[in-house]
């Protein structure tokens, strides 16, 4: 079943983006543009929501829903 985890993404003034969650605690991801950041925080949520599952510990997520918005992001 999928879960969804909201993620905080900003601009750093270097011109890089940051992305944390809330929901998930440890996640910093950083890469050149959205598209890469969001595909290195994915990468980063399964290794520490891993983690989690092997010391036992659960990361309590919300279950995708059948009808949810999604920001699409268009290059310039």
Do not use: C, W
């Not at 050149?32 to 092997?54: C, F, G, M, P, S």
């Amino acid at each position: 079943m999928e879960k969804t985890a909201t993620l905080h993404i900003e601009k750093l003034p270097e011109g890089v983006y940051l992305a944390t969650s809330d929901d998930i605690p440890g996640l910093v991801a950083q890469g050149r543009t959205i598209t890469e950041t969001l595909e290195i925080a994915r990468d980063v949520a399964k290794k520490l929501l891993e983690a989690q599952n092997e010391r036992h510990s659960q990361i309590k997520l919300t279950s995708v829903l059948d009808a949810f918005d999604y920001p699409l992001i268009l290059g310039a």
